[in-house]
């Protein structure tokens, strides 16, 4: 298995950006949305309100806008990108919708459009040693997965599919909480309990917290409208 710096690395190897319209669906605080729009695409970012105004309080990158959305339902018309991009969102969506948000990117992609569903897989002994204390969502993972396999039956066919890794420290994880969980005494006891479990890792083999790092296995799907 590879390790990448990004996912806008990964993307990179696979995808061309210059000129073509994205969609980044569950865009989060944007960070994708302005990164694509600096390699030359006019990007839609679409995520619930809550995300879109943190995403719009940073500084614009270009043509780039946002709406408010989901997977299952994209504010957008038939046949409108180039590009869908779900960066670790697909499995955000309901399980008994996910077959919905499949279809509905095979309806916003242009002929030979492309959909990129990057989605993180659930390893003991990786990240998800910690990212499930905020939520334990290895079974609605393999139900996204298994709606992107299904997705010939809409139309989309495969294109590639590889995992990956990208290594995360206990930063990395902080800045996770502080985006995604808004509890703050929830916050305060996944961190406790994520640093009890760096500390250990630190430990066992002989190097500082700091320098402790987590392998954050992802999976890369690419489909393509026919």
Not at 59 to 85: N, V
Not at 152 to 180: K, N, T, W
């Amino acid at each position: 298995m590879r390790r990448i710096d990004s996912i806008g690395a990964l993307l990179s190897e696979h995808l061309s950006f210059p000129g073509t319209t994205v969609v980044d669906v569950g865009c989060g605080t944007g960070e994708l949305v302005r990164w694509l729009v600096r390699q030359g695409a006019t990007v839609t970012g679409v995520d619930n309100p809550s995300m879109l105004a943190r995403a719009q309080a940073q500084p614009p990158a270009g043509a780039e806008r946002y709406l408010a959305g989901g997977g299952e339902t994209l504010p957008l018309p038939d046949r409108h990108a180039d590009l869908l991009i779900y960066a670790a969102s697909l499995h955000h969506v309901p399980a008994e919708r996910l077959r919905e948000a499949i279809a509905e990117s095979a309806r916003v992609l242009r002929p030979g459009g492309q959909a990129a569903f990057v989605e993180p897989v659930a390893e003991p002994g990786s990240y998800y040693d910690i990212t499930r204390l905020t939520g334990d969502e290895a079974e609605i993972q393999r139900l996204a997965y298994a709606a992107i396999l299904e997705a010939p039956a809409v139309g989309l066919e495969l294109v590639s599919e590889g995992r990956f890794y990208i290594s995360r420290s206990f930063a990395d994880y902080q800045h996770l909480v502080a985006v995604f969980v808004e509890d703050e005494e929830r916050r305060a006891e996944c961190l406790a309990r994520a640093g009890e479990e760096t500390e250990r890792r630190a430990v066992q083999a002989g190097i500082t917290f700091a320098d402790v790092r987590y392998r954050s296995i992802c999976r890369l799907n690419i489909l393509r409208r026919a």
